[in-house]
């Protein structure tokens, strides 16, 4: 996940490079999702069995709890700066995506990383990621838009990883739910980013099953 978070940088600094030549002249239109079934899903995960975790599975978990943190407060930050729609919505499904993995973390006994600060996280890297991202979605609605698009490809990516790696029941079921909440995401921003005149093209996931997501 540490040589993806260094492609994703590079991929930031390689939009950043187009969106700063770009002026935000665009029709501001809402996109408003429903994340009622992917909340009732989480919420309602049964906890299936104990069972001895690997530490790829404990610190799998800590960072995913920091991850799904790190999509929240971007996203309440885009959402204060451009009051879009579509970052209100996904914000409140990114707490519902951390508080699983809280869940988790709690039911194994594991320490939570959660700094409640906005921007502010235990592993430095994240804290990195997160300023050239808020860096990237100043430029304009449409350069926030693809910081959506690009947290929500690194989620699906990482998440796809941490479940792969895993046998346990219960963490691979809310991993599962919150790879369907991702896959949501990242179609309503690629949606929005159309509408908007932008065709967005993967920068993390592989052409063929970000296609896939879409149009599904």
């Given at each position: 996940?540490?040589?993806?978070?260094?492609?994703?940088r590079i991929?930031?600094l390689?939009?950043?490079?187009?969106f700063t030549?770009?002026?935000d002249?665009?029709?501001?239109?809402?996109?408003?999702?429903?994340e009622?079934?992917?909340?009732?899903?989480?919420?309602?995960?049964?906890?299936?069995q104990?069972?001895?975790?690997t530490?790829?599975?404990?610190?799998?978990?800590?960072?995913m709890?920091?991850?799904?943190?790190?999509a929240?407060?971007?996203?309440?930050?885009?959402?204060?700066?451009?009051?879009?729609?579509?970052?209100?919505?996904?914000?409140?499904?990114e707490?519902?995506h951390?508080?699983a993995?809280?869940?988790?973390?709690n039911?194994?006994?594991?320490n939570?990383?959660?700094?409640?600060?906005?921007?502010?996280?235990?592993?430095p890297?994240?804290?990195i990621l997160?300023?050239d991202?808020?860096l990237?979605?100043?430029?304009?609605?449409?350069?926030?838009?693809?910081?959506?698009?690009?947290?929500e490809?690194?989620?699906i990516?990482?998440?796809?990883?941490?479940a792969?790696?895993?046998?346990?029941?219960?963490?691979?079921?809310?991993?599962?739910?919150?790879?369907?909440g991702?896959?949501?995401?990242?179609?309503?921003?690629?949606?929005?980013?159309r509408?908007?005149?932008i065709?967005?093209?993967?920068?993390?996931l592989?052409?063929?099953?970000?296609?896939?997501i879409?149009?599904n």
């Amino acid at each position: 996940m540490k040589t993806k978070q260094l492609v994703f940088r590079i991929a930031i600094l390689t939009i950043m490079l187009f969106f700063t030549a770009c002026s935000d002249n665009q029709k501001d239109e809402d996109l408003s999702i429903s994340e009622n079934t992917e909340e009732e899903l989480l919420k309602n995960n049964t906890i299936l069995q104990i069972a001895p975790l690997t530490e790829t599975d404990s610190l799998g978990l800590i960072f995913m709890r920091e991850e799904e943190k790190l999509a929240r407060d971007a996203y309440l930050v885009l959402y204060s700066k451009y009051e879009h729609q579509v970052f209100d919505n996904i914000s409140k499904s990114e707490q519902t995506h951390s508080d699983a993995i809280l869940g988790l973390l709690n039911y194994y006994n594991l320490n939570d990383p959660f700094i409640d600060v906005i921007g502010e996280f235990v592993d430095p890297s994240l804290t990195i990621l997160f300023y050239d991202l808020m860096l990237l979605g100043d430029n304009n609605l449409d350069s926030a838009l693809v910081v959506g698009a690009l947290i929500e490809e690194t989620d699906i990516e990482d998440i796809a990883i941490l479940a792969d790696a895993t046998d346990i029941p219960n963490i691979i079921q809310v991993y599962n739910n919150l790879l369907s909440g991702s896959e949501n995401h990242l179609r309503a921003f690629v949606h929005d980013l159309r509408k908007r005149g932008i065709d967005y093209q993967p920068r993390i996931l592989p052409l063929e099953q970000f296609n896939d997501i879409i149009n599904n």
